[in-house]
C-alpha cells in the first residue's frame, strides 16, 4: 500500500520566512574595536615598567638610606658589643654600647674616658679607659697609678693588681690606656702607649640589656 505525504503541506512549512529574532548574528557593539584588542607585547611592556619603578624606588630611598648609614658608622657613631671582662664591673661581657665620635673631631680624649681603640696590629678592637695624657708621666707603684707623681682615683677600679710600671713620658699624641679590671686586662702596661689615630671613638650610651641603660660622661 503506497502512503500519501501531503507534499503541500510540508513545502509550505519550509517556504515561510524565518523569523528575524531566530538569526545568530552578532550585535555590532559586541565586536571587539581595534582600540579595545591588547597587543601581545602590551605584557612584556608593563613588566618592565614595574621593574623600573621598583629601581627607581631603590634609587631614591634605598640608596641613600644605605650612604647615610655609612656616613654614620664612619664619621659619627656606631654601636659595638663588649667582649672579655676587661673593663668589669662597669662594663660587662655582651652588653651593647653606642661610640660617638664627633667629640674627638672638636677636641681631644680626657682622663677617664671609655674609648674604643683600633690598633693595626691587633685583629679585634679594644675597648680600655684613658689614664695618662700627651706629655704626662705615668707610674704605678703597687696598683696605685702615679700622673706626674701625684696618685689619681681609681674608685672605678676593680681589684688593684699591685703591679708596678715606669714610670714613662708620653709622647704628644700618645695617651696611656687600662682596663678597669686590672688583674685581667691588656693595655698599655702589656703594648705601650696608644696613638691618637688609634682611637676611634668614646662609650656614648650602653643601651643593653635594658636594666642598665645609662649614659656615660
Known amino acids: 500500500m503506497t502512503e500519501n505525504i501531503d507534499i503541500t503541506d510540508t513545502k509550505r512549512a519550509t517556504d515561510e520566512p524565518i523569523p528575524a529574532e531566530d538569526y545568530q548574528t552578532e550585535s555590532p557593539d559586541e565586536i571587539p574595536g581595534a582600540d579595545e584588542v591588547s597587543p601581545a607585547g602590551d605584557g612584556v611592556g608593563q613588566t618592565f615598567a614595574l621593574i623600573g619603578t621598583a629601581l627607581k624606588e631603590v634609587l631614591q630611598v634605598v640608596v641613600p638610606a644605605i650612604l647615610l648609614a655609612l656616613a654614620i658608622h664612619i664619621f659619627l657613631a656606631q654601636a659595638t658589643v663588649v667582649y672579655g671582662q676587661s673593663m668589669q664591673p662597669n662594663l660587662q661581657p655582651s652588653e651593647r654600647l653606642v661610640i660617638e665620635k664627633v667629640s674627638y673631631y672638636f677636641g681631644a680624649p680626657q682622663r677617664g674616658d671609655i674609648v674604643v681603640l683600633d690598633r693595626p696590629q691587633m ?76 682611637i676611634t671613638g668614646k662609650a656614648w650610651l650602653r643601651y643593653w640589656p635594658l636594666n642598665r641603660f645609662t649614659f656615660f660622661q
Open 123 to 198: 685583629s679585634d678592637l679594644l675597648i680600655k679607659r684613658v689614664v695618662g695624657l700627651p706629655g704626662e708621666s705615668v707610674e704605678i707603684r703597687r696598683g696605685r697609678v702615679l700622673i706626674d707623681g701625684q696618685a689619681i682615683d681609681q674608685s672605678f677600679v676593680q681589684l688593684p693588681d699591685g703591679s708596678t710600671y715606669g714610670p714613662i713620658t708620653l709622647g704628644a699624641g700618645d695617651y696611656f690606656v687600662m682596663g678597669d679590671n686590672r688583674n685581667n686586662s691588656n693595655d698599655s702596661r702589656v703594648f705601650g702607649p696608644v696613638h691618637r689615630n688609634e
